[in-house]
């Protein structure tokens, strides 16, 4: 079973970047969708992107200016960095790994949150 | 913003059964599977069912998925209180090229 350990700055400044790793254990890095997933307080959960071997990396449209996802298979960690925060970039950040074939796409093993907020 | 339409929230007793919706499109839930997560109050989301009605290990059977054209549904079998949580469907989108979460519901287990 994999296990994900996350950890980052929980509290930034307006306009500064966000920087989050996960690390992975009990997993191949190959084959797998290494995925952030966020969810401001309260709300629902949005897909920020993915970072795999087979297809590089994918981001959401709405995010895509702001993120980068990077992978370092040596030491089995991904990151995520999000520039240029606002207020609305509050939310619990999830890592996950995630799963793909021809028509399915699913998360299995998660980290366990980490809260950034954004607050001058 | 979520493409994937839930009923916000969904109610019964212990022992009831209560069935959960999620509405969509060609491009998510018409073109691929769906999948359901539960969310425990203040924990991570877990995946409970993949590929329409698959069962991860450990998830117990009183939990059963189907999908019918841009539609799927999650059904819940003698609800029990440990139930009591937020669930959201989530699909790959095609036209968006990612992943795609539902709005969410909350069951509560009266």
Known sequence: QV???????????PSETLSLTCAVHGGSFSGNYWTWIRQPPGKGLEWIGEISQRRGTKYNVSLRSRVTISGDTSKNLFSLKMTSVTAADRAVYYCARCLSGRTSHYCDSWGQGTLVTVSS | QSVLTQPPSASGTPGQRVTISCSASSSN???NTVNWYQQLPGRAPKLLMYSNNQ????????FSGSKSGTSASLAISGLQSEDEADYYCAAWDDSLNGYVFGTGTRITVL
């Open chain 1, 3 to 13: 296990q994900l350990l996350q950890w980052g700055a929980g509290l930034l400044k």
């Open chain 2, 29 to 31: 839930i018409g073109s």
């Open chain 2, 55 to 62: 069962r991860p290990s450990g998830v117990p059977g009183r």
